[in-house]
């Protein structure tokens, strides 16, 4: 159990707690030690305040906006803090033109934080590239899309593209500890306790959102300080609170209860009544609909996989039923795909086949493409071997061609997806048995 110190805050109460809390430097930053571990090159270009063009990729409270605000702590350049939902082309102008005027006359650099930069069109986009290019601008752009359908090439040819992790629950817990023990930024001056099992529900119904964690965490504190029903945050708090959470979270959109775990693996553990139970808590208590089924197609292709193709059909089908229908008969498609998704055979195989094959991405770098899989479009490539080799499948027997390999030489023979036992898998797996046997 973590307890708040006796303290008192000098920080304003009308501070959202995620904002009071966001870390001042590398050493506060919880999670993404791919990108900022002990030596890392990006943690030492921080150090050394050499950090070039970046685009940070990763979902919402993942830490995309704390990074470039260390950043901006370290850094002796310039930083100026841009949205792309608030600011236009014009006011860009006014930025890169002060950016020009202070390299010229002054020889200091400009970094120029462009908060979710997918939200730029092209021609927008496009208007970055030469302050870019001729160094009036360092730019460091914040994204949950995918940027390579939402960032232009050219730019993001001249940045180095990071992918930031979600939080862990093990993560978050830790931030929310660290808030109620803080009494300079965090919630110390609340004395109020809070029970490590509490903290670890309200972690885990995060979704990976460190932001959406720590409001949720202040208010059920202030909620608990507020109605004095106790000095500590337990799960009769929780569970007390929810009467109450559904306006209160309508009102702000940001939050999402702590039953959205409970939903997961209720489906993971084929419990039907469980998983709708769940499900139902979620909606009476003012859940966004699609948000649940977003998380029914992100489970159907990662818990059911080919055990049950048809899980992925389902899920997609309700959401569309959902988008066509709304509320209240929209319940029903989304009731329909929780119980088939919780009812089918699940594995794990395509999400296990993932990270082995990124791993061998990663181990292996960039390697070159036989060339007998090379399609020889032009004269020039077919008289350099683009194609020569290749052996059309569908001219043998099963229309498999026996002892042939389709990756690159360097790792021919690697295994990557291995089905399981369950469901219609068990087929694929025996396909592939036979396959690989030959």
Same mark, same amino acid.
């Given at each position: ?14 501070v ?23 030596g ?22 993942c ?19 841009f949205?792309?939902?608030? @600011? ?8 890169? *033109?002060? /950016?020009?005027?202070?390299?010229r +006359?002054?020889? &200091? %650099? ?24 001729n ?24 940045a ?69 029903? @106790? ?8 569970? *007390?609170? /929810?009467?109450?959470a559904a306006? +209160?979270?309508? &009102? %702000?959109?940001?939050e ?20 709708l139970?769940?499900?139902m808590?979620?909606?009476d208590?003012?859940?966004d ?35 066509r ?7 029903y ?24 094959a ?26 350099q ?34 089905p ?15 396959i690989?046997?030959?």
């Amino acid at each position: 159990m973590e307890h708040a110190a006796e303290r008192g805050s000098t920080t304003s109460a009308s501070v959202p707690l995620a904002d009071r809390m966001r870390p001042r430097d590398i050493s506060e930053i919880v999670g993404q030690r791919h990108l900022l571990g002990e030596g890392s090159a990006l943690a030492r270009a921080i150090a050394q305040d050499r950090v070039g063009s970046l685009i940070l990729w990763g979902d919402p409270g993942c830490g995309k906006t704390t990074l470039a605000h260390v950043i901006s702590r370290t850094t002796k350049a310039v930083f100026v803090p841009f949205s792309a939902v608030l @600011g236009g082309v014009a006011d860009l102008r006014k930025i890169v *033109a002060s /950016a020009s005027d202070r390299k010229r +006359l002054e020889g &200091k %650099r400009t970094i120029l934080f462009v908060d979710e930069i997918h939200r730029f069109n092209r021609a927008q986009q496009d208007a970055f590239l030469p302050h870019v290019e001729n160094g009036t601008i360092t730019l460091i752009g914040a994204t949950t899309e995918n940027p390579s359908f939402n960032v232009n090439a050219a730019l993001l040819s001249r940045a180095k593209v990071l992918r930031l992790e979600p939080l862990t629950s093990s993560d978050i817990a830790t931030l929310l500890r660290r808030a109620m023990l803080d009494t300079e930024r965090g919630l110390g001056e609340l004395k109020v306790d809070l029970d490590d099992d509490v903290a670890q529900l309200v972690a885990e119904s995060s979704d990976g959102d460190a932001r959406r964690a720590l409001n949720h965490l202040e208010t059920l504190a202030q909620y608990v300080a507020q109605e004095q029903t @106790g000095a500590t945050i337990t799960k009769d708090v929780l569970s *007390a609170f /929810a009467d109450h959470a559904a306006l +209160l979270y309508d &009102k %702000r959109g940001e939050e999402h209860y702590n039953v959205t775990s409970a939903f997961i693996k209720s489906m993971r553990g084929s419990d039907p009544d469980a998983a709708l139970y769940w499900m139902m808590r979620m909606l009476d208590s003012g859940e966004d609909p699609l948000f649940i089924s977003r998380r029914m197609m992100i489970f159907a292709s990662e818990d059911v996989g080919n055990a049950d193709p048809r899980g992925i059909q389902v899920a997609t089908a309700a959401d569309a039923s959902f988008r066509r229908l709304g509320m209240p008969e929209g319940i029903y498609p989304l009731a329909n795909a929780c119980l088939y998704l919780a009812c089918c055979p699940k594995s794990d195989g395509v999400k296990r086949a993932i990270a082995a094959a990124r791993a061998a991405v990663q181990q292996h770098g960039s390697l070159p493409v036989p060339m007998k899989l090379r399609n020889a479009v032009t004269g020039l490539m077919k008289g350099q071997g683009y194609g020569e080799g290749y052996k059309y499948a569908h001219d043998f027997e099963d229309h498999v061609v026996v002892g042939e390999s389709y990756l690159p030489d360097a790792i021919e023979g690697a295994r990557f997806y291995e089905p399981t036992d369950q469901g219609l898998e068990q087929h694929i797996r025996e396909r592939l048995r036979r396959i690989r046997a030959k």
